[in-house]
């Protein structure tokens, strides 16, 4: 089948998930529209030029350039394509609810239109797809939440674990039509009706956030017991009803989903009366955890002021440059604020880093970050960061110390190397060394 045959598709807004998005449909050989209302970004990639750091995209957006336009005329996304995918940012407000203007301007700009199957990726409370359906009863919607994962999204796209579709009973063709373009990738299927669909998205990722939150607090108590989280974790995740993934210890989780979605969720349930109490321990924890490489740095410093820090890993998790609501901002802001020096590294987040952590001092390399420090913490478990020639590093620093906030690094190599290294949940590590 050529590509004039396949179904076109439309994008709206074209962000981190729109790009993907628009890439992979390109990719499965349908003609692409996806329109924003940034000019220079739609310029920038109608020269081929990708601002985001996501592995495999610029290849894909480079193979499949006659089949991707981009454009802000929103009419003539409408002109050229009647199934429209809608990937505009739904941000926390102040209060911390979704914010919902992007997609009510996206709304108020269909309107006048009749003829189109509006898809929603944009993550959104449950009841806001029945609401537009309302508001645009000549228009078809369908839910089709998003559940990419940031530095694996491309492989994501193209294997899916599930599709959910939702839809009211008289989109259910809509809904057809939507599955349709996802069934070559294979996965499951799940049909349901709107709302449902958008619980699913905000359950899934409140549920990933609490078994985190639930794997940090053993970590910690197994520092107070003698035991290793690492040990724990796999023992619990060869029960099948608990299972593997999403058990690993660390110093919080971040990023552009978890947090806004698990406060998200916990507000929707106040606003419709319902007390979600468990949501609240999550994030709690979340925040707690971020903190401890604190107390874990003075236990071994003494008071920080005039320490220097060495941050390596600054993205909110490997493979990204992404910043939004990185453990990285929270850490060096409680650093400094303790009198601490701090000078951080990460292989591709260094320019969106800059602006948010003032006061930090950027280095070039690992090294040159380790370089004089007190102390280091791994804050993001990139792979380059096992390859650090570690004796070097020790000599180089004023005391080698390692807080290893990913369990990531070889515990008996550093020690070999001559660093006091300590991980999360590790009973003991603190006080061997050498
Ligand atoms: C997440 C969801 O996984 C995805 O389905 C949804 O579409 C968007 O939100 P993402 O934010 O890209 O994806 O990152 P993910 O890989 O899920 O990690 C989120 C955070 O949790 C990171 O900060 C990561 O370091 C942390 N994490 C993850 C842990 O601390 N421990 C784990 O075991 C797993």
């Not at 602006?355 to 792979?383: F, I, K």
Request: charged share 25%; net charge negative; glycine share 10%.
């Amino acid at each position: 089948m050529n590509s004039e045959e396949k179904t076109p598709v439309g994008v709206i807004g074209v962000g981190w998930v729109g790009l993907v998005t628009a890439a992979c449909f390109a990719e499965l050989g349908h003609p692409v529209i996806a329109r924003d209302v940034v000019q220079e970004k739609v310029d920038a990639l109608s020269r081929g030029e990708i601002t985001i750091h996501e592995p495999g995209l610029a290849e894909l957006l480079e193979r499949n350039r006659d089949r991707l336009t981009f454009t802000t005329d929103m009419d003539e996304l409408l002109n050229g394509a009647r199934l429209l995918f809608v990937c505009v940012d739904t941000p926390p407000t102040y209060s911390g609810d979704a914010d919902l203007s992007r997609v009510r301007s996206v709304v108020e700009d269909l309107s006048a239109d009749g003829d189109h199957v509006l898809i929603m990726k944009s993550t959104v409370p449950a009841g806001t797809g029945a609401s537009i359906r309302r508001e645009l009863p000549g228009l078809a919607y369908v839910s089709c939440p998003e559940f990419l994962k940031e530095g694996t999204a491309v492989e994501d796209f193209m294997h899916p674990d599930r599709v959910v579709v939702g839809s009211e009973p008289e989109d259910s063709a809509a809904a057809e039509e939507v599955a349709d373009l996802y069934r070559p990738l294979g996965g499951e299927f799940v049909m349901t009706d709107t709302s449902s669909a958008e619980m699913i998205k905000l359950a899934s990722n409140a549920y990933l956030a609490t078994r985190i939150s639930f794997i940090n607090e053993i970590a910690n108590v197994c520092e107070e017991v003698g035991a290793d989280v690492s040990e724990v974790a796999r023992g619990m995740g060869l029960d099948e009803r608990i299972g593997p993934h999403f058990l690993r210890p660390g110093i919080g989780f971040g990023g552009s989903c978890f947090p806004k979605d698990v406060n998200a969720l916990k507000l929707l349930a106040g606003n419709s009366g319902y007390h979600f109490q468990l949501l609240n321990s999550v994030i709690e924890v979340n925040e707690l955890q971020k903190r401890r490489v604190v107390s874990k740095l003075t236990k071994h410093l003494g008071p920080l002021v005039g320490k220097r820090i060495a941050l390596l890993g600054l993205a909110f998790k490997p493979d990204t440059d992404d910043m939004r609501e990185a453990s990285s901002l929270v850490l060096s802001a409680r650093l400094r604020g303790e009198g601490a020096e701090v000078v951080a590294y990460d292989p591709v987040a260094m320019s969106n880093a800059r602006s948010l952590l003032p006061g930090v001092e950027m280095s070039d390399t690992a090294q040159e970050a380790l370089a004089g420090s007190d102390a280091a913490v791994l804050v993001t478990e990139w792979s380059e960061f096992k390859e650090i020639d570690w004796t070097e590093a020790a000599d180089r620093m004023r005391r080698p110390l390692l807080i290893d906030g990913r369990n990531f690094l070889d515990a008996g190599q550093l020690r070999s190397a001559g660093f006091l290294y300590e991980g999360i949940g590790k009973a003991g590590t603190g006080d061997e060394s050498g």
